[in-house]
């Protein structure tokens, strides 16, 4: 058993917070079923559409067919996290200490709160009526260790002190990845190979020894073999950064909109990651400060299970000030913000951050990472955009281009099977513009598209303007059989071909012409 810390946290945990955000932010009552949909497969879904039917990983059409009233809702981390923040101000306004882990979850020490309100009971039922009067739902949980107290404020639990371990011991070894964290697939998969060994409690794992976990799992094993046994997550930092460290924006012009707050927000993450590259250390706590015209201090800490990177700190800025800014306006600043402040809190050494597979912690890409913010501040936020994987047949399809620093969310799911998708590799270039070319057989007669999916006849030249390439080897058709009940949907087939050099082309057939689609390097 591991020794009672000094400070006993306290967890307040909203349930399904995302479809509860999204139904605040639809002005849907309470009762009204919600499910956030992503890659159409139902990612989260409020305890009505429980009631309904509806489940975790299950396809939109099947959770519609369930609950016909469903609203559907896309994922929103900005949504999550503007919403929660009247929660955690409701919260902030009765305890001391008050740090945001995640939208939909917050955590403080219980020893000041229990104090004040003078028994552990009295404090719950408090901080519940002022989570009620921001309109959620919320529970809440007393452990010694912070993961233990959010799993208990999962079945509203005060666990008694010292007594962590044996409160996880009967429960089901999935609570070890209730919580989101950055090694969800790995959690899930070692979750998945506990249970076929027949652990299927939390004490079944957290009789093995150490040992035993190290010799046979993998890093994230032994994170959750901790959890298990109610250790420490990780010790505290014993060093005292230099206040050179935080980093400090005046605002000109003062700032009173989100986009403006946002640019502002990863400016300073950019210099705040650097200061920390130059001392060595990584933040897992951080706290935003924002000062206002009118002499108004605002402040939230914001606590995280990995080092923050960059566009860690640049997110948790953004939700932040957005919260700020959008509160009703009775609680939102009466002025606009004129100086923000990012302050580390808490910091791990650097190598705590995952090394790169040359040894070194992405130097060349932090330093991409501050040309791209430039070019962003210089000609604005939509001025620089990257490509995200994505769900599709066509190499176009596959590449979804998002906003730089905006959630990586591709159009669709990449990882369903797509039949009729080209064979890798990928084409480095895409066309946009797909020039038109010609395709002959041997004698000069155009190649087309039969009517049974073949070619009129083998390729064996290309013509392209006035150049002309006897090709050296091709491949296909490979046929698109889909959306052929839409309009000018006239596309039929794909293929490759070889030219002299070599060069290859991804051709793409439609109303019995011929496109460059792609170029292969």
């Known amino acids: 058993m591991s020794p009672r810390p000094a400070t006993r946290v306290l967890a307040v945990w909203c349930p399904d917070w995302p479809a509860a955000a999204a139904a605040a932010g639809a002005g849907l009552s309470a009762e009204q ?15 009505t ?61 219980a020893r000041g709160v229990i104090r004040y309100f003078g028994s552990a009971e009295t404090a719950v039922r408090q901080l519940l009526a002022a989570a ?51 090694a969800e697939r790995e959690r899930a998969t070692l979750l998945d190979l506990l249970h076929r060994l027949g652990l299927r409690r939390i004490g079944d794992f957290a009789a093995l020894s150490t040992a035993q976990v190290t010799s046979r799992f993998g890093a994230d094993a032994i994170v959750a073999h901790r959890l298990a046994r109610a250790l420490p997550d990780r010790p505290p930092a014993p060093r005292v950064l230099p206040p050179e460290v935080a980093v400090r924006l005046p605002c000109e012009p003062p700032i009173d909109r989100v986009d403006a707050a946002a640019f502002a927000g990863r400016l300073l993450a950019t210099r705040l990651t650097a200061n920390l590259s130059a001392a060595s250390v990584a933040c897992t706590r951080l ?20 080092p923050l990177t960059a566009d860690g700190v640049a997110d948790r800025v953004r939700w932040q000030l957005d919260g700020w800014l959008t509160r009703p306006p009775g609680d939102r600043p009466t002025a606009a913000i004129t100086v923000l402040h990012l302050i580390p809190v ?70 369903p099977p797509w039949p009729g998708r ?21 004698d000069g007669t155009p190649v087309r598209i039969t009517a049974r999916g ?42 490759q071909v070889e030219l002299p050099g070599p060069h290859s082309l991804l051709l793409l057939a439609r109303d019995d012409h011929w496109y460059v689609e792609g170029l292969y390097d």
């Open 49 to 109: 559409a429980r009631e309904a039917g509806v489940r975790r990983g299950m396809r939109k059409r099947e959770a519609q067919s369930r609950c016909p009233e469903l609203h559907i809702a896309p994922p929103d981390p900005d949504r999550d996290a503007r919403l929660f923040e009247p929660v955690a101000a409701a919260v902030d306004s009765l305890a001391s200490g008050v740090e945001v882990l995640r939208p939909g979850v917050l955590v403080l020490p």
């Open 132 to 182: 009620a009067t921001a309109g959620v739902e919320a529970r809440i949980g007393i452990a010694d260790e912070l993961p233990t107290a959010i799993v208990a404020a999962r079945h509203s639990t005060l666990v008694p002190p010292g007594r962590d371990a044996r409160f996880l011991a009967p429960l089901p070894i999935t609570e070890l990845a209730a919580e989101p964290g950055p």
């Open 287 to 306: 706290e935003i400060r924002a000062e206002t015209e009118s002499g108004e201090e605002l402040s939230r800490v914001w606590r995280c299970a990995e």
């Open 346 to 415: 808490e910091v791990t050494p650097a190598a705590a951050l995952q090394l790169g597979l040359w040894g070194d912690t992405g130097s060349g890409d932090e330093r991409a990472l501050r040309a791209l913010v430039r070019v962003q501040s210089l000609l604005g936020g939509d001025a620089v955009r990257v490509g995200v994987l994505s769900g599709g047949r066509g190499p176009a399809e596959r590449v979804t281009m998002v906003t730089f620093g905006d959630e990586p969310a591709p159009d669709t799911d990449p990882a």
């Open 454 to 495: 073949l070619f009129s006849g083998p390729p064996a030249r290309l013509r392209w303007g006035r150049s002309s390439w006897r090709l050296t080897a091709w491949a296909g058709p490979w046929l698109l059989d889909e959306l052929w009940w839409a309009p000018g949907a006239a596309a039929t087939a794909r293929a």
């Open 33 to 47: 079923p919600v499910a956030i949909v992503h890659a159409n497969r139902v990612i989260t879904c409020s305890a």
């Open 422 to 442: 080209i064979p890798e590799p990928a084409p480095a270039v895409i066309m946009r513009d797909r020039p038109r070319i010609a395709l002959e057989a041997a």
